[in-house]
């Protein structure tokens, strides 16, 4: 009988979801691995060709992640075990009409949310729907419970991008 990683990565590779997927994982492994108190001023928003790009709260926390970037990298590559991450682009968002030089040091972005709490995210994503239900179904095996999670939402949320193409697919027709 095959292991249950063997067949979730057969289904990843079958389907082309696998870049996707780890990808969605190094954007959502970001708080875990950099912890506490940066994980509160700093966001991970998108990864795209080897880059993760993190919006933070004010210009001292992109320094503080600057000097920690290489770790960071390391530690997200090492969860996932693939160099996908090949460097971090933060950025802090400056109030309309005014540019960066013209900021104190101490400013802060007044629009930062606030930290996002697990169960906020939880409620987001419906849990019942069909893709929702196969995620759970495919990595249901994973014996780390915190992984299996993880997975099974990874999974669902690209099921449910590509079903999202594929309507705007046969409208386009």
């Given at each position: ?102 900021l104190k040091n ?68």
């Amino acid at each position: 009988m095959e292991s249950v990683g063997h067949i979730v990565t057969g289904v990843l590779d079958e389907k082309g979801w696998r870049q996707k997927v780890l990808e969605k994982m190094a954007v959502e492994l970001f708080a875990e691995v950099v912890g506490e108190p940066l994980s509160h001023h700093t966001i991970a928003e998108r990864f795209q060709n080897g880059t993760l790009y993190v919006r933070a709260r004010s210009p001292q926390w992109i320094l503080e992640l600057h000097f920690l970037e290489a770790r960071v990298i390391a530690r997200i590559n090492g969860r996932l075990r693939q160099p996908i991450v090949q460097k971090i682009r933060s950025s802090v968002t400056t109030p309309p009409g005014m540019t960066k030089s013209k900021l104190k040091n101490d400013w802060e972005d007044p629009t930062f949310p606030a930290a996002k709490k697990q169960e906020n995210l939880e409620k987001k994503i419906p849990v019942n729907d069909a893709a929702a239900i196969r995620g759970r179904e495919i990595a249901g095996e994973i014996e780390d419970e915190e992984m299996r999670d993880v997975m099974a939402r990874l999974i669902a949320s690209v099921m449910r991008a590509n079903e999202e193409r594929e309507k705007e697919r046969k409208t386009e027709k």
